[in-house]
């Protein structure tokens, strides 16, 4: 086996958490060969019931659990991580927009950010799941100027699973024919799933889905929106489907894309199809190696998708106004 990769996680008491430890130690993300170390950061007031999960983790026997432990300390927590997955925050109620967190939760990500600043790996990856994630993955990597701007993602792959398994549905196919199904934008109801340039069976999707009126008027809102018509459905917001596309979002990131498809998530923006430099926003990517990725570009932007973009970019641009005075240096 090789060495232990090193997973810090946030909120792991929580719903998302609980969904995802288990997968994330199971070997399932980073193959059988490749031992876990699992951190689990909770709030002091939880981490007795998390201590219940760790229990539950060692009779799973799993070999590829090399170690876990839990804390109530970033600093702790966050020594030496390899990955960082920063799902701990107040989720969403019902009525509420992402953004209505965004002064409960934004504090969160100055420590955060400054603790993976300190002590978390050089190549250290964060993924931000908790809401709003771009905005607070933005405060995170503020304070945070020794990672690389491009090692920050926030989370839309949420949001890729979404669209494709409703054009899926649509179209009558499996999920596994929809590709290149880009998010781009906020994870909020401005992000525009870039149904032009996704592909169903390599044929584009406007060739094989004639209702082109259904496309733009009921596929775009529907994914925006499914996060909140969950939370109302379920009482309570997505656990079980955010925890896979965080990991979805990882394995992706440790594994080439396969050719003529993309993973979504928000990045670090460096002007790429005139999305402002520094902004955290969401775009189609290429992962090229367990380490690299880059910005495809060659999407086609027409004039009604560039609109969408740059509702996004303002949007984006809005909530990190809000937040100007939790942002950190490394702006
Ligand atoms: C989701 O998209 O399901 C999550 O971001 C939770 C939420 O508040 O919508």
Same mark, same amino acid.
């Given at each position: 086996?090789?060495?232990?990769?090193r997973?810090?996680?946030?909120g792991?008491?929580g719903? *998302?958490?609980y969904?995802?430890i288990?997968?994330?130690?199971?070997?399932?993300?980073?193959?059988?060969?490749?031992? &876990?170390?699992?951190?689990l950061?909770?709030?002091?007031?939880? @981490?007795?019931?998390?201590?219940?999960?760790?229990?539950?983790?060692?009779?799973?026997?799993?070999?590829?659990?090399?170690? !876990?432990?839990?804390?109530?300390?970033?600093e &702790?927590a966050?020594?030496?991580?390899?990955? /960082?997955? +920063?799902?701990?925050?107040?989720?969403r109620?019902?009525?509420?927009?992402?953004?209505d967190?965004?002064?409960?939760?934004?504090p969160?990500?100055?420590?955060?950010?400054?603790?993976?600043?300190? /002590?978390?790996?050089?190549?250290?990856? *964060?993924l931000? !799941?908790a809401?709003?994630?771009?905005?607070?993955?933005?405060?995170?990597?503020?304070?945070?100027?020794? *990672?690389?701007?491009?090692?920050w993602?926030?989370?839309?792959?949420?949001?890729?699973?979404?669209a494709?398994?409703?054009?899926?549905?649509?179209?009558g196919?499996?999920?596994?024919?929809?590709?290149?199904?880009?998010?781009?934008?906020? %994870?909020s109801?401005?992000?525009?799933?870039?149904?032009?340039?996704?592909?169903?069976?390599g044929?584009?999707?406007?060739? !094989?889905?004639?209702?082109?009126?259904? @496309?733009e008027?009921?596929?775009?809102?529907t994914?925006?929106?499914r996060?909140?018509?969950? =939370?109302?459905?379920?009482?309570a917001s997505s656990?079980?489907?955010?925890?896979?596309?965080?990991?979805a %979002?990882?394995?992706?990131?440790?594994?080439?894309?396969?050719?003529?498809?993309?993973?979504?998530?928000?990045?670090?923006?460096?002007?790429?199809?005139?999305i402002?430099?520094?902004?955290?926003?969401?775009?189609?990517? %290429? /992962?090229?190696?367990?380490?690299?990725?880059?910005v495809?570009?060659?999407?086609?932007?027409?004039?009604?998708a560039?609109?969408? =973009?740059d509702?996004? !970019?303002?949007?984006l641009?809005?909530?990190?106004? /809000?937040?100007k005075?939790? +942002?950190?240096p490394?702006?």
């Amino acid at each position: 086996m090789s060495r232990p990769v090193r997973v810090a996680v946030s909120g792991a008491n929580g719903n *998302i958490g609980y969904a995802l430890i288990f997968r994330l130690a199971s070997g399932q993300i980073f193959g059988p060969q490749t031992p &876990v170390s699992l951190r689990l950061l909770e709030i002091t007031p939880f @981490l007795p019931n998390l201590q219940g999960t760790i229990m539950e983790l060692e009779d799973c026997a799993f070999p590829t659990l090399a170690d !876990v432990q839990a804390s109530d300390k970033a600093e &702790v927590a966050f020594a030496d991580a390899d990955w /960082v997955i +920063l799902v701990g925050g107040m989720p969403r109620k019902d009525g509420m927009s992402r953004a209505d967190l965004i002064r409960a939760n934004g504090p969160i990500f100055t420590g955060q950010g400054k603790a993976i600043n300190d /002590v978390a790996s050089a190549d250290a990856r *964060i993924l931000v !799941v908790a809401n709003p994630c771009n905005t607070n993955a933005l405060i995170a990597k503020s304070h945070a100027p020794r *990672i690389k701007p491009e090692n920050w993602f926030a989370m839309t792959r949420l949001d890729q699973n979404r669209a494709a398994s409703l054009l899926a549905a649509k179209a009558g196919v499996n999920v596994g024919q929809v590709t290149r199904m880009a998010i781009w934008g906020n %994870h909020s109801d401005t992000q525009y799933p870039d149904y032009k340039n996704a592909r169903i069976g390599g044929k584009p999707v406007t060739e !094989v889905i004639s209702d082109h009126a259904w @496309l733009e008027e009921t596929f775009i809102p529907t994914v925006a929106k499914r996060g909140g018509a969950v =939370i109302k459905a379920r009482g309570a917001s997505s656990a079980a489907s955010a925890a896979n596309a965080a990991l979805a %979002h990882v394995h992706s990131m440790v594994n080439p894309t396969a050719a003529g498809d993309c993973v979504s998530a928000g990045i670090c923006s460096t002007g790429q199809y005139g999305i402002p430099a520094g902004l955290i926003y969401s775009m189609p990517l %290429h /992962v090229t190696d367990s380490k690299n990725y880059k910005v495809i570009d060659d999407f086609v932007v027409d004039e009604k998708a560039r609109q969408r =973009i740059d509702a996004s !970019v303002k949007e984006l641009t809005d909530e990190r106004d /809000v937040v100007k005075d939790l +942002l950190g240096p490394a702006i």
